[in-house]
């Protein structure tokens, strides 16, 4: 497995476990659960860690993704 693919898995599953870890709950729902914000915070840190691990090429070819 290339090392892009390998980061776009960590970064669909880092989004996957936010969308199912909060659904069904509101703003104020996470907001005021810490172990919502806790599991949400790190998720997001995954999510950045790998995209910052794309490789220049990869984000070449797909320009339009910011």
Do not use: C, W
């Not at 476990?17 to 599991?39: H, K, P, R, S, Y």
């Not at 997001?44 to 790998?50: F, K, N, P, Q, S």
């Not at 910052?52 to 070449?60: I, Q």
């Amino acid at each position: 497995m290339s090392r892009d693919s390998g980061s776009l898995l960590d970064i669909v599953e880092a989004a996957r476990t936010i969308v199912a870890f909060t659904q069904g709950m509101e703003l104020t729902g996470v907001l005021d659960n810490i172990a919502a914000q806790a599991v949400v915070q790190y998720r997001l840190i995954v999510l950045g860690e790998a995209v910052k691990r794309l490789s220049p090429a990869f984000r070449a070819t797909h320009p339009d993704v910011p």
